[in-house]
Each structure stands twice: as C-alpha cells, then as structure tokens.
C-alpha cells in the first residue's frame, strides 16, 4: 500500500490522460457507429435504418473507385517508402561525413503539415507551371510529365508526394535498427570474408524485420486515413479518379449533409484498419508467445 | 465572440418580452445587434458585406459578422454545430432548397409581416419568392442576383477571332469559338476546374438548348425528361466546350486564369456575374471584357438563377430580435441592394431598381434585362451547380457525374445521360 501512494504521482501522469483519451475514442466510435444506422441527414437523429447507409454508401461509384484507389495507392505507397527509407538509412549508415545534416534533411519534410506538402507538389506537378514547363523551357520540347490532369496517373501524383513525405521516418526507424545490430555479428560475417552487399542480404537484414513490420503497419494506417494530402494536391480529382475512403466520408458528412450515409463510410474505414492491425495484434502475441516458450 | 445566455440576460429578456409589444421592442427599446455567418471573407464579397455591415452600424445597431472562408458547406458545417449547440446566429447565409431543409431543425423567424410592410413580394421573381417562403411563410430573404450562364468574352481573343458580333445561340457559340482558336486563342474556354466550374458547362449547355427540358429533368427530376434527346445534347455540347478548355488547370479555381484571359490567350468564360466582381478587383478594366447573356438556342435569353439570400434563426435575445428586424429592413432596402450589387456584380433582387445610372456597367444592364425577359417567357431556372434547383445530397451526386464528364473524354454523351438518371436514382 505504501508502495501504490508513493508512485500516485506516476499513476496519475499515465493513467489519467490514458483513460480520458481512450473514453474519448471509444466513445466517438460508439457513437459514429450508432449514427451509421440511424436515417439522420443534417443533424444526429434517432431512429432504424438497418444497413440501408451502408449498402447504399457501398453502391456509389464514389466509393468503389475510392476503395480500388486505396488498395493501389496504400500498397504502393508503404513498399515504396519502405524500399526509399531501406536505401536511405543504408546509405546513412556508411559512417558518413555530415550524418547529422543529412538526417535532418531527409527527416524535414515529416515536420512540413500535409497540406502544404499537397499544395507544393500541386504547383510542381501541374503541367502548365511546374517540372513539365520547366524542362520543356530548358529545350526539351516534347518532355511530358502531366500525371496531375491525367485520370489514370493522377493517384500515382499522391503516392510520390506521401513518399517524399514520409520515407524520412522509414529512414529513421532503419537506421535506429541497422545501428542497434550487434556488432560481433558484424565482426564474424567479415572474418567468415562476407562482402558489404552478402552481409547486409545475410546478416543485417534479416535483424530488421520487426523494424520492417512496424513500420509496415504505421505506414499502412497513415495510408488508410490519407485526408489532407489528397484534398490540398488533387482535391479527388480530375473528376473523380483520386477519391480516397477519408474523402468520401468528409464529402458525405459535411458537404452534402448526410450522416448516416458518412458515418457509414467512416465506420468501413475502421474495419478496413482492423484488417490490418488484427493480424498485426495476432504476429505480435504469437511472437511473444513463442519468445516466452524458447 | 460566443454569447452566454447568463440568468440575468434571460430574465431581463422575459421582462422586457412581457413588458413591451413586440413592434415597440423592435424599434429601438435596445440597441440592435446581430450575429450573423456567411462564406464572403475577402475580395468583393468581403468588401460587400463589410459595407453592409457598415449601413448597419450607420442605423445604430451593434454588427458581429463572423465569416468563414471556402465554400458554402463550410460554413454550413458551422452553422450546423452552432444549432446543435443551441446558439444559432439571428442570422446566416443560406440558399436555395437548403433553406426549406435547415428550416426543419431549427426554429426561424417569420418574416411575413416585415416583407409585408416593405411591398417585397411583388418586386421578386415568384420562383426566387417561393423557396424563401418553405411552408408559405417568408424566412429568408434574398439579398442578390446571378446568372451562372453569362458570357464573358475577352475582347483581344475576339479581335483575334475578328468576329464584329456576340453569340446568341450554341451555333453562333461554336462558331465563335473555331474562329478563336483559328485566329490564335491557345484556348477558346477559360476555365477553371472546380466542382462547380464543370457543373456550370453542363447547365449552360442544357438550358440554353430547352430551358422547358431543364426544368423538367434537373428540377422537377423527371424520368423521361432525364433521358430525353435534348439532354444528350447538352452534354455532347459540353464535349465541345470541355475540348476547348486548357486541361492543364487541374483543380483551380477560375480566377487563376484571369490574365490569360483578358491577354486573348483564353477566349470566353461561362460564369456568373461574380465574376465581373473579382476581375474588377483584380485591376482590370470594362474595356477588357464584354459580358452577354449565356446562348439560347430559340434566341431568347435563358436565365440560370442563382441567388444569395439570408435565413433569419429565432433568438430570445430582444436586442438579437431588433438586430434582425434592421437587418431584414436593410436586406430589402433598394439602395441596400444597389450598393451591394455594385461592388459583387451582381444584380438587385428587387425587379423596380433602376439600372440606367452610373454605377451598374452594361453587363449588369443586360442580366437585369435578360432576367425580365426570361421571367416573362418562362425561361428563368434554377442553378443546379450552384445548389439552387436541388438540396446538396442530390446536387453532389448529379455533380459527380458532370465533373467526371468534363474531365473524361472517353465517356460517351448516352453513358453520361445514364448515369445521370442512375446518380439521381441513386440519392434519392
């Protein structure tokens, strides 16, 4: 008991903000699925509509051509950050002279808000203004690089930008893991005559898969609840070849005044992010389990 | 600044609610004051509602207007939480079909008595009055006027084009803009690539086709109307003029391309008369432009109505209750609207202003006369890119549609026509 009122303060740092974040979450959740079922448009009402908002939300072309989008675009973008941020930190790790300035740099753009990251690239990528009419000014007349306005590349604008973005916190994770393996490992693979590429494929990279995991799933959640970046870059278009699940919601909730149909949207979010953090759950307790058995 | 409803406020409101008849109240027993929201933060929107804001405290009230910036569903989101919360504004901007909607989950003021003193009814168009009036009772009043439809042509692109008339119908329209490109106009349209940008083509198409077929698919939503040949049309109409667009500009709004333009490297916009408003406060001249009535193909001006107006919230506040009393006075105010039309580029709601003076250019002269002209051979419809023929659910749906349309050149006009009756089927 002594023990339990000297760490109060401790207890109280953790717990408290703890809890009152995880009721505000859970509440909201709750509440969002509630709405989902209820026929409420403008403003929450009560009432019964069985699954009606979500068959409908499922039937729009809207939606359809958000959720393929999001299945290009989310694995797209986590193995391209994941291979950029790979290349990167590998790079970095070579005991190379300005590391620090280097590491600030390619970490930057993390700490720049998504829309301006969107609104950046918005500008560079347009063909009439940005990198198009740039080179095509240089001589190079018949460059083109209109990915922006067209419908079929548009979505690839996004996985570039989301990469720039974030492939300095892939990067950041590695390099915390290519330095925390154990440098007799090292030492053996050189005495055993491995070269640099044979040690990093046989040795180093292997240590880094839970890194290579996380990051994965931390990837993949930013992938799914993509908002900001699309709305400033592309806003869904050209018509609406760039639409994302986060879009629809905002769209159907807030611009066109259907709740129930928007809280439907948001709630198959959630269970798209539930597919992929319950297996992510399930490797980690398997992992652990069979850590505790060994 | 939020207003608290302390218990002294409240109990010197019922006090003064019991003790005086609710006209005295209004004339002035307490300085007037209103809260009000709207989307006009800057340029000549800004400027217009500021200078109304103006009047406002000129007649001794007290003005709070808190804009917020974006498009109207912005600050409708606002809007929507300050009901929720119970503290509507006495007064926000509101339009359209939206009006009858919000009017369902909040009480508003009846403005009957006020519209009746002033002699309002007759000076409005009756298909404007009648969506201000859900349930037959005045709530909101219409403060200005625009024709979404409205030609500007860029007079280097049409000496460019040496072309010595204005286009009345699709033909002369078309002709027009071959005659541009040819003489050396990169792009015939200026455009930009917003939602309602491309909704704007579509409608400007269609109603100048057959303003009656219009009516009946896009307003009254009319099953055969919705998949008859004259809406074909328009949307292979569209093709044409969505083919003459620079497809470089992406997602942005119109005035980005306001120079181009004016230097006769773009050659028409099809816009509202707002537009007239941002080129002015953009510094650019009378001379530069020439505004007409949107084509018609039985050559009689077709007008698309699209119409700001403001909604009247009930508050128990009395000085909130003398606040919109003044307010609504000002709104149908002619010198009201005068001032205000002049600085937008819009056109008075009000049928009896005159617009021969100084003040009013001619390309508000001819809305105004194309707006009498369509009002008497029923040729004036409501805008459905700018949310005034359907609530926002429907438009949006329709909307997608369109801006897929105008953005995908393999899309045939009979895909587009089924899809069109499939989004409405669809929303509804």
């Not at chain 1, 990167?88 to 740099?105: C, F, M, T, V």
């Not at chain 2, 003076?357 to 890119?385: I, P």
Request: glycine share 8%; hydrophobic share 50%.
């Amino acid at each position: 008991m002594p023990g339990v009122v000297r760490r109060l303060p401790e207890h109280l740092t953790i717990w408290v903000p703890l809890l009152l974040s995880a009721a505000h979450l859970v509440s909201f959740s709750l509440w969002t699925i509630w709405i989902s079922f209820t026929p409420s448009t403008l403003v929450p009402v009560s009432g019964w509509v069985g699954l009606r908002n979500y068959t409908a939300v499922m039937a729009t072309r809207n939606w359809k051509i958000a959720f393929d989008n999001l299945l290009l675009f989310g694995s797209a973008f986590v193995l391209l950050s994941l291979v950029a941020g790979l290349v990167l930190a590998i790079l970095l790790d070579q005991r190379i002279r300005g590391e620090n300035a280097l590491r600030s740099i390619f970490l930057y753009p993390l700490a720049v808000s998504f829309v301006v990251t969107g609104t950046v690239w918005s500008w560079l990528l347009n063909p009439g203004l940005g990198i198009q009419k740039l080179v095509q000014d240089l001589g190079w007349t018949s460059f083109r690089f209109d990915w922006l306005v067209d419908r079929d590349m548009a979505i690839w604008t996004i996985v570039i930008a989301a990469i720039w973005q974030s492939s300095g916190f892939a990067m950041a994770l590695f390099l915390a893991g290519l330095r925390s393996v154990d440098a007799d490992l090292v030492k053996a693979a050189q005495i055993d005559g491995a070269g640099p590429i044979r040690m990093y494929r046989r040795v180093i990279l292997p240590t880094l898969w839970p890194i290579t995991i996380t990051v994965i799933v931390i990837q993949l959640q930013f992938a799914i609840s993509t908002f900001d970046l699309v709305r400033a870059l592309t806003n869904g278009g050209p018509g609406l070849a760039t639409q994302l699940p986060a879009l629809v919601v905002y769209d159907l909730m807030f611009q066109r005044g259907l709740l129930g149909r928007g809280a439907a949207a948001a709630v198959l979010m959630l269970l798209i992010l539930l597919a992929v953090l319950l297996p992510y759950a399930a490797w980690r307790y398997l992992q652990r389990r069979r850590a505790s058995h060994a | 600044m939020p207003i608290t409803t302390t218990r002294r406020r409240l109990l010197a409101g019922s006090a003064a609610a019991l003790a005086l008849p609710a006209f005295a109240r209004a004339q002035g027993a307490v300085k007037p004051r209103l809260t009000a929201i709207s989307q006009w933060s800057a340029g000549s929107d800004g400027a217009a509602i500021t200078a109304l804001g103006k009047k406002f405290e000129e007649k001794g009230g007290i003005w709070q207007h808190s804009p917020v910036p974006g498009f109207t569903t912005e600050m409708m989101n606002k809007l929507r939480a300050q009901i929720i919360a119970g503290d509507p504004p006495a007064c926000s901007q509101l339009k359209g079909p939206e009006i009858a909607a919000w009017s369902k989950i909040a009480p508003t003021v009846n403005l009957d008595a006020l519209v009746a003193a002033a002699g309002y009814e007759k000076v409005v168009a009756p298909d404007l009055a009648k969506l201000h009036k859900p349930g037959g009772k005045w709530i909101a009043l219409p403060l200005q006027i625009y024709s979404t439809n409205m030609l500007f042509l860029s007079k280097r692109a049409l000496d460019k084009a040496k072309a010595d008339k204005t286009p009345v119908t699709w033909a002369d329209f078309n002709d027009l803009a071959e005659k541009m490109k040819a003489g050396g106009v990169t792009y015939p349209i200026a455009n930009g690539g917003t939602r309602p940008d491309d909704g704007q083509k579509f409608e400007a198409s269609f109603a100048g086709i057959s303003p009656a077929a219009y009516r009946a698919a896009i307003m009254n939503l009319d099953k055969n109307a919705l998949e008859g040949p004259e809406i074909r049309a328009a949307f292979a109409q569209t093709r044409k003029i969505a083919d003459w667009m620079d497809p470089n500009v992406g997602a942005q709004p119109f005035a980005t391309n306001l120079k181009r333009f004016v230097d006769g490297d773009m050659g028409i916009m099809i816009q509202g008369g707002w537009a007239q408003g941002v080129l002015r406060n953009a510094g650019f001249k009378f001379d530069d432009f020439i505004i007409v009535p949107g084509p018609s193909d039985n050559s009689k001006p077709v007008f698309l109505l699209n119409a700001d107006a403001f909604i009247f919230w009930q508050r128990s506040e009395p000085d909130l209750q003398a606040g919109q009393t003044l307010m609504a006075q000002l709104v149908m105010d002619p010198a009201i609207q005068t001032m205000y039309s002049q600085i937008t580029g819009s056109i008075p709601v009000r049928t009896d202003v005159d617009l021969s003076g100084e003040g009013w250019s001619d390309g508000q002269r001819r809305t105004a006369g194309a707006l009498k002209d369509a009002v008497a051979n029923n040729q004036a419809v409501l805008s459905l890119a700018h949310n005034m023929a359907q609530e926002n659910g429907l438009t949006a749906a329709m909307i997608d549609v369109l801006t897929e349309y105008v953005k995908n050149k393999t899309i045939k006009p009979e895909q587009a026509v089924t899809r069109l009756a499939e989004a409405v089927e669809g929303a509804r």
